[in-house]
T-cell receptor, first 116, second 114 residues
Framework: DQQVKQNSPSLSVQEGRISILNCDYT??????FLWYKKYPAEGPTFLIS?????DKNEDGRFTVFLNKSAKHLSLHIVPSQPGDSAVYFCAASFLDSGGGADGLTFGKGTHLIIQP | DTGVSQDPRHKITKRGQNVTFRCDPI?????LYWYRQTLGQGPEFLTY????????KSRLLSDRFSAERPKGSFSTLEIQRTEQGDSAMYLC????????????FGPGTRLTVT
């Protein structure tokens, strides 16, 4: 059973517009959530995270919103740039007994294509 | 500050052979994680270490999979008696315990079992 779901395999957005990537999760006990970006033949690159006790986190062009009641989070990229074309993964995790990061549970990813 | 490195980047092996992959984490990162990624899926967590202690290994896919981090620096992931279903990208990530929760990934080792 997939605990983290990204239901859109791909998304096409015009350069300069807003990109909104969505993610749903089933386990309300997750402690924090992260977004990663992945180019072909490279490992995932960390973008932004949010604790389960927050509802918004912003870093430059990237903003993550968390709606705990809906078990939904989204990543907003404004404005979208050609270099943003990549696969974006949503991930979630628990804190382990030592208070540190447990293994991440990933969604299947969304391929974002920025059109010129 | 160099990133996470993995070696080899690509490995082709015949079914039944044993393979070992190496991961060197970012310097001073005391936590190290292993993941497997198959086509069309997100990375799947396998195991992790804090220094040399393996904190979780129940998610290793079978008893053919094992991992070590003997001196708390680099780590190895071994797959014994490889099967075609083991073909995947194997990713390593590291972080500093209690200094943020993001994990930093290496480029991965792509395994092809023929």
């Amino acid at each position: 059973d997939q605990q983290v779901k990204q239901n859109s395999p791909s998304l096409s957005v015009q350069e300069g517009r807003i990109s909104i990537l969505n993610c749903d999760y089933t386990n309300s006990m997750f402690d924090y959530f992260l977004w990663y970006k992945k180019y072909p033949a490279e490992g995932p690159t960390f973008l932004i995270s949010i604790s389960s006790i927050k509802d918004k986190n912003e870093d430059g062009r990237f903003t993550v919103f968390l709606n705990k009641s809906a078990k939904h989070l989204s990543l907003h990229i404004v404005p979208s740039q050609p270099g943003d074309s990549a696969v974006y993964f949503c991930a979630a995790s628990f804190l382990d007994s030592g208070g540190g990061a447990d293994g991440l549970t990933f969604g299947k990813g969304t391929h974002l294509i920025i059109q010129p | 500050d160099t990133g996470v490195s993995q070696d080899p980047r690509h490995k082709i092996t015949k079914r039944g052979q044993n393979v070992t992959f190496r991961c060197d984490p970012i310097s001073e990162h005391n936590r190290l994680y292993w993941y497997r990624q198959t086509l069309g899926q997100g990375p799947e967590f396998l195991t992790y270490f804090q220094n040399e202690a393996q904190l979780e290994k129940s998610r290793l896919l079978s008893d053919r999979f094992s991992a070590e981090r003997p001196k708390g620096s680099f780590s190895t992931l071994e797959i014994q008696r490889t099967e075609q279903g083991d073909s995947a990208m194997y990713l390593c990530a590291s972080t500093v315990h209690l200094q943020g929760y993001e994990q930093y990934f290496g480029p991965g080792t792509r395994l092809t079992v023929t």
